[in-house]
């Protein structure tokens, strides 16, 4: 997939060619993840370029008609089918054309019918969908047929391929491999790439817009966009602790320590009041929250203590436009200085919410821990899980030479965490058993098997 009127390469485009190869005879495949990643266009474009034909029933504005053909035959998929292709006026060739299901939790009906289509074996299926659980308002079960892609902004790989830029990609892969520090002048224009990369944020419309216009006020403009649908998705819920709890966020980040504070919403109240809330924000797509290990043990998901979460934003280029929104000066200017590095912003919050934000993209879920050693208080940012090693990650925006819960935690669980990584701005270079990893290089720690 090119880049080009906005369609760009993307990473889950090598998942669906792996669906359509090994599974779509016994499995429909659902693409989701929060709005506007840029699944439609990704599933789209993977039609046209691997099937014969395609019908894609987009639900937000389907007609009553196709809606009624869902009510009226799912018994009767032979006359189903035959309706459905002539008011699409699309000719349906066996096993070489797909059926999408485009936002399809606008629609449960639809929903509720994928397995009987997975069954009939005619046309495989894929459906799309944001907020899928929250949504489905009806009891309706999650197919067993069903295969689900999680699709998240572009991350920086991606961005890199969107700007034409495979070559400083294969540079950044080298190092990687060797361990070994980059040309200086290279790490300069790495490290301004992917400051722009936080800026801008992972969002397609937003990348597009800063390919086609180089400018930052209408990229500004479309994040902006962005966030309306968001804050309305959070207001449509008509929970007003829901929607404090959604515009704290920036706030929440803004602390030196990350960890949710009941008290940054609302003064008096208890951490119990926001798990629920914490966890439709997670469903939305809106939020990667980052949960507290209890204990460091290669099996993270057990040691999980859910009350007790930093809640990062799911693209670092939002966090910025949540936080810039009410700032009445130029935005162009705003950029400038931040490109600059003059602009006396909080750098770590952007940061660290970039390493969650890349962390995830690779498959990664989200664990921090805190400890106590020697009577003293630490908090490892990021820990991770290699088989059975542990994978501790501290960030540093700054100077990145000290390090205490980084090498605080390596003592004390030496034997099963052979590494440490301190992700920085500086470049890459290894002192004993800490890689000190510059923060465009992250899009290669923990990633998924290909």
């Avoid at 009553?64 to 189903?80: H, I, M, Q, S």
């Avoid at 940054?264 to 924000?281: D, E, F, N, P, Q």
């Avoid at 952007?350 to 908090?379: C, I, P, W």
């Amino acid at each position: 997939m090119a880049s080009s009127a906005g369609i760009f390469k993307r990473k889950i485009y090598d998942d669906l060619l792996s669906w359509k190869r090994d599974y779509s005879d016994r499995y429909a495949v659902m693409v989701e993840g929060a709005r506007r990643v840029g699944k439609s266009t990704v599933v789209e474009e993977f039609a046209k370029r691997e099937f014969k034909s395609y019908i894609l029933i987009d639900f937000g504005n389907a007609s009553d008609f196709v809606k009624g053909l869902f009510k009226r035959y799912p018994n009767d998929l032979d006359r189903f089918f035959l309706l459905l292709a002539s008011d699409y006026n699309v000719n349906l060739v066996e096993h070489e054309s797909v059926i999408i299901f485009d936002e399809v939790q606008l629609y449960p009906l639809a929903y509720q019918m994928v397995k009987y289509l997975v069954k009939d074996g005619r046309y495989p299926v894929i459906e799309t969908g944001s907020m899928v659980t929250l949504k489905m308002k009806t009891r309706v079960l999650i197919p067993s047929e069903e295969i689900t892609l999680r699709m998240n902004p572009m991350d920086f790989e991606e961005f890199q391929w969107a700007l034409g830029r495979e070559g400083s990609l294969n540079l950044c892969r080298d190092a990687f491999e060797r361990m070994e520090a980059l040309d200086n002048g290279v790490h300069k224009r790495l490290m301004d790439d992917f400051t722009t990369y936080m800026l801008v944020g992972g969002m397609p419309q937003a990348v597009s817009e800063l390919i086609s216009s180089n400018d930052f006020i209408k990229v500004e403009k479309a994040k902006e966009t962005i966030l309306d649908l968001y804050r309305n998705d959070v207001m449509r819920e008509d929970d007003p602790i829901l929607a404090s709890m959604y515009s704290s966020l920036p706030s929440q980040l803004n602390r030196t320590r990350k960890v949710f504070s009941p008290g940054v919403v609302k003064k008096g109240t208890k951490s119990r009041t926001y798990i629920r809330r914490a966890s439709w924000l997670k469903e939305s797509g809106l939020v990667n929250p980052c949960i507290l290990c209890t204990d460091p043990d290669p099996a993270l998901d057990q040691f999980e203590d859910v009350s007790a979460f930093k809640p990062y934003l799911v693209d670092t280029g939002l966090l910025l436009t949540m936080c810039i929104r009410s700032n009445m000066a130029d935005r162009q200017e705003i950029y400038r200085e931040i490109l600059a590095g003059r602009l006396g912003m909080n750098k770590g919050m952007f940061f660290e919410n970039m390493v969650a934000q890349t962390l995830v993209a690779n498959g990664v879920r989200l664990h921090y821990y805190m400890f106590e050693d020697s009577g003293r208080k630490y908090e490892l940012d990021f820990l991770m899980a290699d088989g059975k090693r542990l994978v501790p990650i501290e960030v540093k925006s700054g100077r990145s030479g000290s390090h205490p819960s980084l090498d605080a935690f390596m003592g004390r669980n030496r034997r099963r965490a052979k590494v440490g990584y301190v992700v920085h701005s500086k470049n890459l270079r290894v002192e004993g058993d800490v890689v000190y990893l510059p923060i465009y290089l992250l899009w290669l720690l923990g990633r998924r098997p290909a």
